[in-house]
């Protein structure tokens, strides 16, 4: 089978921090080659799916990038994509078919976002033989093509396997197996479930933090425009409904837009609930909370690398990178959410702790989900 090369003529992302898509690029259909270039090459990667012609776009990146080491996996595909192929979802399962990944070298790092994901990521790409990759955007994709009601799991599934086995080629030469860690984007749990049917000897780590520091943290991060603004409202409620199932679900039940107090809200439930249904599912995992990250960043990351099975004797090394911002040069980066003066509504709190009191299960701010880490407790042992 072949692939198509794409010529990148030019770049047209104007957010950020949206979801990655062909339409990130003008291009130009070039000539056919063999697609297993794809899988050879160390400097292409899986960038996105072409859903609507049932194709995955990969990115050739310049040589000297080093994606592994990149905050945001996907931003610096883009900035870097020098030509792009596409490869038929036929081929591509093909290509993956031949790809052997034991699911006992897999780290999955789930979380609500704005909990330390990106500093775990980075701490683990100070190992050797640990590459890990933070928040390749297929995931994401992989979610707003699911439906909520599993009508195409199967589909789902088959991508989620194959992409993730096509991520996690080898690209180095070493005598030691390479252990593989994927940190996701908030969304990313909502398929945690079908990773864990293809992958269950996976380590699954879930990072959170309580509602309300998530909540002001979230706003400081990603709330930029007028959130008054009736525009502003729609379009945040369109672009999140296909991700959030509990923002999806309380549109179509009340018909009522949301507030940016609501979304918000409904954004931490949804991965807090994701977390608690992981749980009764029986899909192992360890949780930890921001405030350990936080105020015990040696001995959390200690507690990561036992429950990884990582070797923990010398990690002076990593522990160096914890004065760093891991979100450096990217538009999350701590300067740059400094900057952000947005004003939130004066009712903003009380709003959100409504709607948190609406739901059946997690009614509290410090909600705990199961098999969090306490190192009190651990203290004690």
Known sequence: MKARILNIESRRRKNHLGITSPADFYFSEGDTIDAQVVIESPNISLYCLDHEYKRAIFAETHADVDLSQAPFYYQAQYESAVRLFAVPYEELHRLANDIHLDSKCLILIYSVGRSGSTLLSTALNQVDNIVSLSEPDIYTQLVAIREWDGGNDAEVSELLQSCTKVLCKSHKQSSLPFTWA??????????ADLMFKHFPGAKNIFLYRDAETWLKSAARAFVQDDVNSTEYLAAMQASLSPLVPLIDKHFSEKGVPLSIANMGMLMWLSVMECCLKLNQQGVPMLAIRFKE???????????????CDIPTTDLEVVFQILDRDSQAGTVLSRANIQKNTVELPDDFMTEAGRTLLEHPTIQTPHFIVPNTWDPDIAEEC
């Open 293 to 307: 990250l936080n105020s015990l960043p040696k001995q959390t990351i200690e507690e990561v690398f036992k429950y």
């Open 182 to 191: 994927i940190k996701f984007r908030s969304f990313g749990i909502e398929t």
